[in-house]
């Protein structure tokens, strides 16, 4: 398919880059910073703006935001990679589970967990929003699959988390990364966790790494009847990530299993 989104000559599977306008944003604001302080230190500027606070103010905004923009393009790159492995193996496989991977974008938890498989299978379920993924598309996903070798254990699925196209008990395993939060009304993600409680086999595990809203997905799973619901993540990663942009990324990890019959 040599017009489809994720095609290249590369073996190399490509995850995309995440929140592509916000990384876009933060350079901007980055740039805009630094050379407000570098115009006014120079002499550039009269009035209010020449003043040494906002020169500062404009020094700060741009460093931080271009400290984020260069984190979350490694994270993009380089730490979602390493993160994956992390996540999975909060999971104790045993090489036959039906695995489903909510908001799976271009794959990176939906192929991480069928190359732990032997004879089950994985299945994606995504909407393809382009501003939460560069190269958003099913295509994309199924090339990296391919080029991870995991092409038939994999099936994509274009649908709703809100409204899953799916029947009850289907899987042994639901995993998420990072894309519940992209669903902004808190109706919306508790009907997210609703639907995943009510596809999930008795005795199935649930695996979510998010950067929002993790305690409202814990609260809500308990509420749909799951079980050992437990907050995971980094408490350091948390608390230096919320000082950092002051309060909107509290990234966290929360675990749960359907009682057995």
Known sequence: MPNSPGS??????????DAPGVVRNLFIA????????????FGLWSGAIAHVGISYAGLWAGLGSGIMGSWMLYDSKIGKLREREKLLDLVPWRGDESVLDVGCGRGLLLIGAARRLKTGKAAGLDLWQ???????????????ARREGVADRVDVTSGDMRKMPFPDASFDIVVSNVAIHNVYEREGREMTMREIARVLKPGGRVVIHDIRHVGQYASALATHGLIDVN???SKLLQIA???ITFGSLRPDIVTARRPAV
């Open 8 to 17: 290249s000559t590369s073996n190399k599977p490509d995850y995309g880059i």
């Open 130 to 144: 382009a501003e939460d993924l560069t190269g958003n598309h099913p295509d994309a996903t199924r090339e990296n």
């Open 231 to 233: 907050r995971v993540g």
């Open 241 to 243: 990530l919320g000082l």
């Open 30 to 41: 980055a740039v805009g910073g630094l050379t407000l302080y570098l115009t006014a230190r």
